[in-house]
């Protein structure tokens, strides 16, 4: 069974950092797609990066891609995502999410999720 489990989420202030890491246990590590999300309230699921299996091709969403890094750790199976001169428009719930065959910035191409980790900037 695969399992996601985020963490490293809290209140920041605006300008501070943040590492979310997530936890992946039952899934073939180093294979398909691996990515983050976030969900402000009222708002639709918005990607913010992505990244292969392998490691390779690392991507941010362009508006976010100076300031968020994801990484991976294929030893630990854990996904990281490195946020910086955060912003209160960055509150938001936090998902990470994988699939085996599809990659991208749309949501609708994950088949396994977490639950999410808060995220909360205050100006």
């Known amino acids: 069974q695969v399992q996601l489990v985020e963490s490293g989420g809290g209140s920041v202030q605006a300008g501070g950092s943040l590492t979310l890491s997530c936890a992946v246990s039952?899934?073939?590590?180093?294979?398909?797609?691996m990515a983050w999300f976030r969900q402000a309230p009222g708002k639709t699921r918005e990607g913010v990066a992505n990244i292969l299996g392998s490691g390779q091709s690392p991507t941010s969403a362009g508006s976010l891609m100076d300031r968020f890094t994801i990484s991976q750790n294929n030893a630990q199976n854990t996904l990281y995502l490195q946020m910086k001169s955060l912003k209160p428009d960055d509150t938001a719930m936090y998902y990470c999410a994988a699939d085996y065959r599809r990659c991208g910035l749309n949501s609708k191409l994950y088949s396994y999720w977490g639950r999410g980790t808060q995220v909360t900037v205050s100006s």
């Open positions: 039952g899934y073939t590590y180093g294979g398909g797609c």
